[in-house]
């Protein structure tokens, strides 16, 4: 994070990433002397409504974000940056979205928690987006020129206003990860009950283990001694509120509805009341580590992993396995989790898995015959990508192993 400070005095010339949160109400034109250099512009968290049409100027600018601010609208001089790619503008005020704030070479959009009531026929006419976040706006269709998105691999239209099942996104041939709970077409009158509901009284919170769009998951402490659970628990307490991939009450039905695997995070009890929704979990064992990153700005909607981190094929053809069960577990109970990505995985030495995260999860025994082989298609192709990212990890003396020429081939079919 820079300075507005450092910027008036010129300190910055040269760098090729500018990120300000200083409460800005107005866009500062001191930017515009970076043209020669940046191609990140981060002014998320200020009070921004506009900017200006001499952004225009700045030619090597790929990438802008400014959630967290009261646009109205999205800037239509993003449309005239020929080099930008990836718009973030989460969280503002925004209703109307013109086809001419959406750049040619546009690859990653991202309006989740807005007020956008329709999409312009044009976003069809980007054909290198790659990822789309819609959730938690007001849109009760999406435009049929979507169809053409051929290179479309993330999707989140959660939290919307939309009364039919988007077919023009369903045979989408590189869609992999969809979120799609939360609106009127996918409404259900179902209420899982696999595990009691108890009072919040019932346990503590302890310390952060970790937290993401939905939640915060704590180490639980039960303040009753204990014969039905087990001792050591964990409790994601939710934000109560629409998240990037939707409503934190459907990814808790939808955790319920899976139910119990022995791959899974395995649920036990839930905090039904709207104002503390939580779900308590079985603590996962300190020997369990996350087994990738998130994507990153260059990887878009792919894993990233650390730095020489490598994989036996052994290890692999384990998890791969593990994961291979977990997906038919789910959608024989009609769940789409949305999010399968080695991110979301925990393992250990020995390579056993723990599956999690459902926030992005959407059930979908209410669709037709049809729509449901064409979903469990789209979620099939993220498995194929979690094979393929830990292939691209295993050790180059495996490559010759019968179990990695196995998975190539399964990866890419």
């Not at 302890?206 to 409790?235: H, K, N």
Request: with cysteine; proline share 6%; net charge negative.
């Amino acid at each position: 994070m820079q300075t507005l400070a450092q910027l008036q005095a010129g300190q910055l010339i040269g760098i090729t990433r500018l990120a300000l949160a200083e409460d800005l109400t107005t866009f500062p034109l001191e930017i515009l002397s970076l043209a020669d250099s940046l191609e990140v512009l981060d002014l998320s968290n200020n009070r921004l409504s506009s900017l200006p049409a001499e952004l225009a100027q700045m030619t090597k600018l790929k990438i802008v974000f400014a959630s967290n601010n009261l646009f109205e609208s999205l800037p239509e001089v993003l449309g005239q940056c020929l080099n930008l790619e990836m718009i973030g503008f989460k969280a503002n005020q925004i209703r109307q979205v013109s086809a001419a704030a959406l750049p040619p070479q546009l690859r990653w959009l991202i309006l989740t928690d807005n007020q956008i009531e329709r999409l312009p026929d044009e976003l069809g006419a980007r054909p290198r987006l790659q990822k789309l976040a819609l959730a938690g706006n007001r849109l009760s269709q999406l435009p049929q020129t979507l169809s053409q998105l051929h290179n479309l691999e993330l999707v989140r239209i959660s939290a919307n206003c939309l009364t039919e099942c988007p077919e023009q996104l369903l045979t989408l041939p590189k869609l992999a990860w969809f979120a799609f709970a939360g609106n009127p077409f996918c409404h259900s009158t179902d209420n899982p009950t696999q595990v009691p509901d108890i009072d919040p009284t019932s346990f503590t919170l302890g310390e952060i283990l970790g937290q993401g769009a939905s939640g915060v998951i704590y180490q639980g402490q039960w303040t009753q001694a204990q014969t039905q659970y087990p001792i050591d628990i964990a409790v994601k307490v939710f934000k109560g509120q629409v998240t990037s991939d939707g409503y934190p009450q459907d990814e808790l039905n939808a955790c319920l509805q899976v139910g119990y695997h022995p791959y899974l995070v395995k649920p036990l009890a839930q905090v039904a009341q709207p104002q503390s929704l939580a779900l308590v979990m079985e603590l996962i064992p300190p020997n369990y580590a996350n087994l990738g990153l998130p994507p990153s700005l260059e990887s878009c909607t792919r894993d990233t992993f650390p730095a020489g981190f490598r994989l036996s094929i052994s290890h692999i053809d384990k998890i791969v396995m593990q994961m291979q069960d977990v997906f038919e577990h789910m959608h024989n109970k009609l769940v789409c989790h949305g999010d399968l990505y080695a991110h979301n995985t925990l393992f250990d030495q020995e390579a056993n898995i723990i599956f999690g995260d459902f926030g992005a999860a959407s059930q979908y025994h209410m669709l037709s015959a049809n729509q449901q082989s064409n979903i469990k298609k789209i979620e099939h192709r993220s498995l194929q990508l979690f094979i393929d990212d830990l292939l691209s990890i295993c050790h180059e003396h495996d490559h010759t192993d019968t179990r990695y020429l196995k998975w190539r081939k399964v990866s890419q079919t």
